[in-house]
């Protein structure tokens, strides 16, 4: 069992920036991909960015291409995302996840955290 927690989200102007962090309850480097994604009221979970187990390929959505970066830290089994650039529509709760299938697909991931609410005012 694996249980994440997530952190960083806040309310921000268009323009500018946050991090959000997810804390991993146990190893999940070598086992689990990670990602992150997000759901705005109305509109189904879609994949936002997501990491390789060992950290060496990442996917992201179209829509945040060259905005947000997303990272690990295996020493302190977390998994970050840098958000630049953040614009009204990035307004989301974000949640991130857990899997053993690589991609962006949100039925692909098995642990989820319980998320974390992104508001960019225009």
């Known amino acids: 069992q694996v249980q994440l927690m997530e952190s960083g989200g806040g309310s921000v102007q268009a323009g500018g920036s946050l991090r959000l962090s997810c804390a991993a309850s146990r190893v999940t480097s070598g086992t689990y991909h990670m990602g992150w994604f997000r759901q705005a009221p109305g509109k189904e979970r879609e994949g936002v960015a997501v990491?390789?187990?060992?950290?060496?390929?990442?996917i992201y959505a179209d829509s945040v291409k060259g905005r947000f970066t997303i990272s690990q830290d295996n020493a302190k089994n977390t998994v970050y995302l840098q958000m630049n650039s953040l614009k009204p529509e990035d307004t989301a709760m974000y949640y991130c996840a857990a899997g053993v299938i690589f991609g962006l697909r949100a039925e692909w991931y098995r642990y989820w955290g319980q998320g974390t609410q992104v508001t960019v005012s225009s």
């Open positions: 990491i390789r187990t060992d950290g060496g390929k990442t």
